[in-house]
């Protein structure tokens, strides 16, 4: 399809400095869990993404120096000249498409980790450093300054080597440039006190990156449009003071928020093109071109900030993650096959635990090198087999999806009205709604393949699948959340589980109603306890929930969303019982302990919500495992998140027919 003229203004190159994107598309910094420890996973991930489209594809936090180390976590790293041809892989397959590369110089001061190097913090001033670490910072004094403007000099010149397009200067979040930039910054001499002095640093540093690498680099400076942190009040006053000083210095403003929470908040908090209220003013007192992020997904979105001239470049990292062909896709004329990203920032749990980035809607990012996966070509089918899908969850859309793209001929079966499986009956809790994109866009894509049809309302059973007789056969049958509250902290039944009184994450989306007072065990510790307390606070019922960890969904900490959980949990007059477990279930209420003094107390309860674990739904795939040629998928193998069933889908798919190696089910890197 041609594509709608409408959107060529985002197919125009853009000057930044000595260099020429060639579109808006600006693939911003984003960490990967890849770093400098897996470069050439890093290269073709990269490089699928300026295949893609993206015309400006950036590294993630690249730091400069030892004293900025932030292991376990992989940056990338030009700490040397050995780093410099690392890189250069990742150049060059970027630039192979014709896009221009981007680096994002990082030193974090406090905000680094440093026990790998052993090197000391430093900063402006002396403040705590690392994670929750014992350490404080060093007082940089004038020759440390010095010293440090020299390092990033040097890195900038490696990054020049390396090929780079783009040197950014990075002056966000909260690591070294903005410590010094940052009211907070103590210091009394001439890169403290005033606003002025506070901005020396950065102005040196943008001016000698210049001297240094700005003949055929540009240079950039990624920073925040306001004051406030996620939830707080956005004062835009000294940033706009800051770009009135320096505003024509670079040759690109990339701007973000303060806090990760805000800029990259989820779905269920933040919506699309969330900064633009508190960064539109930008572009009024720079005449250098912008890019700003959104979670942008929608093409009209794009379009309308360019067109309003709020940005020059539509920056993106998870909408590029999620599709690293969406700039093609509006190329061509395909904008209803752009694979929305959720908001789910499953994305992040690699950076924040230190493994290869992932995604939910993408089962190929992070696969690009290891196991060869590109996310829009897959080998053509291997046989003539026929394949019946029993389940269209994510697990069973994707394996329909992919193994439809492979050209096979593919029936799958849905017990319900509807497809999506798990994300169907989610949407309806508070903030989930985005999430049904990852039915949608499997959806679309599947009623236009005539190779694949699907039954809703048809339960299958053994028999039915016997008749069937399809060559392959794979169960997608999902999971169900346990009534007996076995989990991580009870490995056995909670006495009383039986009470009348106790109800299940599927029985509230199923729609069962619950009588208050409600007592929500949550032993799962990602989204859906703390959703469904507020599901039903929300509905006038007085809740309490309880739960053995010492925060409300704790594993969302690696979704950057927990702090806000809690403060909503806390804000909707939700109690919270943490460090607790239920010893147990009685008529009217539960018995709960403290997980470290024993200590009971009661809590009166009408109805006790179990969110503990769930049981894999494969007595299908049992009843049939020793007759026919079957595999299962998704949650029905083994429970997981939604990107888990995404995967398994997929890859059952990509190996049908394929030759796997019997060892490693991958390349590593050494
Ligand atoms: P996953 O996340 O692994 O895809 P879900 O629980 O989201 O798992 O989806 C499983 C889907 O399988 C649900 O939509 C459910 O209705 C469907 N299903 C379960 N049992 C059967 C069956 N016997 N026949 C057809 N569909 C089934
Ligand atoms: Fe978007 Fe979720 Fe994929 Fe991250 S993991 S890019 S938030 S869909």
Not at 119 to 136: K, R, T
């Amino acid at each position: 399809m041609p594509r709608d003229p409408r959107f060529d203004i985002l197919f125009e190159p853009v000057t930044i400095g000595p260099v020429t994107a060639p579109n808006r598309f600006h693939q911003v910094p984003h960490a990967t869990g890849m770093g400098y420890r897996r470069p050439q996973t890093l290269a073709a991930m990269r490089g699928v993404k300026a295949e893609g489209g993206w015309g400006t594809v950036c590294t993630g936090y690249c730091s400069i120096h030892p004293s900025s180390d932030d292991e376990p976590f992989p940056t990338d790293s030009l700490w040397d000249d050995n780093d410099v041809s690392a890189l250069a892989m990742m150049v060059d397959q970027v630039h192979e498409h014709g896009s221009l590369a981007g680096v994002e110089l990082w030193h974090g001061g406090a905000g680094s980790q440093n026990s790998y190097s052993r090197e000391p913090h430093i900063g402006p001033s002396s403040v705590p450093a690392g994670v929750y670490a014992p350490v404080q910072t060093k007082i940089m004094d004038k020759r440390d300054i010095r010293e440090f403007k020299k390092w990033h000099r040097e890195a900038a010149i490696r990054a020049k080597r390396a090929g780079f397009d783009i040197i950014y200067v990075y002056a966000a979040h909260w690591f070294l440039i903005l410590q010094f930039l940052e009211p907070s910054n103590q210091r009394n001499d001439e890169y403290g006190g005033s606003l002025e002095n506070r901005t020396r640093l950065l102005k040196e540093l943008i001016i000698e990156t210049k001297e240094a690498v700005g003949d055929t680099c540009a240079v950039a400076v990624r920073f925040k449009a306001s004051m406030g942190g996620f939830g707080q009040d956005q004062d835009t006053a000294e940033p706009r003071e800051v770009l009135e000083l320096l505003g024509e210095l670079p040759d690109l403003w990339d701007i973000t928020a303060r806090d990760y929470r805000y800029e990259m908040g989820t779905s269920r908090f933040v919506p699309e093109a969330a900064l633009e209220e508190t960064m539109s003013w930008v572009k009024s007192v720079t005449t250098k071109p912008v890019v700003s992020i959104g979670r942008f997904t929608s093409p009209e979105t794009m379009l309308r900030l360019v067109r309003q001239g709020v940005v020059d470049l539509v920056g993106a990292a998870r909408p590029s993650i999620a599709d690293p062909f969406l700039p093609r896709k509006i190329a061509e004329g395909r904008e209803d096959e752009i694979r929305e990203c959720i908001g789910c920032n499953i994305c992040y749990t690699g950076d924040q635990l230190g493994f290869p980035i992932g995604c939910t809607q993408n089962p190929t990012m992070g696969e690009e090198w290891r196991k060869g996966w590109h996310p829009e070509r897959i080998p053509a089918k291997g046989s003539d087999s026929s394949v019946l899908i029993v389940g269209g969850g994510p697990a069973g859309l994707e394996a329909a999806t992919a193994l439809g793209k492979r050209g096979y001929s593919v029936t799958l079966a849905e017990a319900r009205r509807e497809l999506g499986g798990r994300v169907t009956l989610e949407e309806e809790l508070p903030g989930l709604r985005e999430w049904n994109r990852v039915r949608d866009w499997r959806l679309t894509l599947i009623s236009k393949m005539e190779n694949v049809d699907y039954f809703l309302e048809s339960v299958v059973d053994r028999e039915q699948i016997l008749e069937f007789a399809a060559d392959r056969v794979v169960i997608a049958t999902g999971a169900k959340w346990r009534r007996d509250g076995i989990g991580r902290q009870h490995d056995k039944q909670i006495p009383g589980w039986q009470t009348p009184s106790v109800m299940t994450p599927d029985d509230v989306l199923g729609g069962r109603v619950a009588d208050g007072p409600v007592v929500v065990y949550d032993d799962d510790h990602y989204y859906m306890g703390g959703v469904i307390a507020e599901k039903l606070r929300g509905e006038g019922l007085e809740v309490t929930l309880v739960t053995p960890a010492n925060e409300v969904s704790t594993w969302t900490n690696n979704t950057a969303e927990q702090p806000i959980i809690q403060e909503r949990i806390l804000t909707a007059g939700i109690r919270l019982k943490t460090g607790t477990e239920l010893s147990e279930i009685q008529s009217g209420g539960v018995l709960a302990e403290c997980v470290y003094t024993g200590r009971t107390q009661e809590i009166p309860a009408s109805t006790v919500v179990l969110v503990t674990s769930r049981v894999p739904q494969d007595d299908l795939f049992h009843s049939l495992r020793d007759d026919i040629d079957i595999e299962r998928i998704g949650d029905c193998l083994a429970p997981g998140t939604i990107a888990t069933a995404v995967y398994s889908g997929h890859r059952y798919a990509r190996e049908m027919d394929e030759d796997v190696p019997d060892g490693l089910p991958f390349l590593r890197e050494r």
